[in-house]
């Protein structure tokens, strides 16, 4: 039996998301992509670790199922998947947004009274 095929990541040294900075709070991190809020809008936001902007559909998958985790253990919206990535077009990352709504400034958290 064939040994199941691993992903070669790419990286740019100049890309933010390749940085990965702890710059905001993170919920999630593993082999295929991290999640923290984002710094500009306060949501939830997936980051495909390898630069690029066509991750396998599987990865894709993986980083979709993952953000809707975060969210429903985290937040108390609904949401959907934003992938337009304005502001880094050149790596795949993607936005919990809450339903009707754009930027998470002020979204109640599981837990706040």
Not at 56 to 61: F, M, Y
Not at 74 to 83: L, Q, R, S
Not at 86 to 113: C, E, M, W
Request: charge should be negative.
């Amino acid at each position: 039996m064939a040994d199941d095929p691993v992903t070669e990541h790419v990286h740019d040294a100049n890309c933010d998301l390749c940085e990965a900075a702890r710059i905001t709070p993170w919920f999630h991190e593993d082999d295929i992509c991290w999640i923290a809020e984002c710094e500009i809008c306060a949501v939830p936001m997936v980051v495909w670790r390898s630069h690029g902007v066509e991750p396998p559909s599987e990865e894709l998958a993986h980083m979709h199922d993952r953000l809707a985790k975060v969210v429903a253990e985290n937040f108390t919206f609904e949401h959907y998947v934003d992938d337009n990535m304005r502001n880094i077009p050149d790596h795949y990352h993607a936005h919990a947004r809450p339903q009707g709504g754009f930027f998470g400034h002020g979204l109640k958290r599981r837990g706040d009274q």
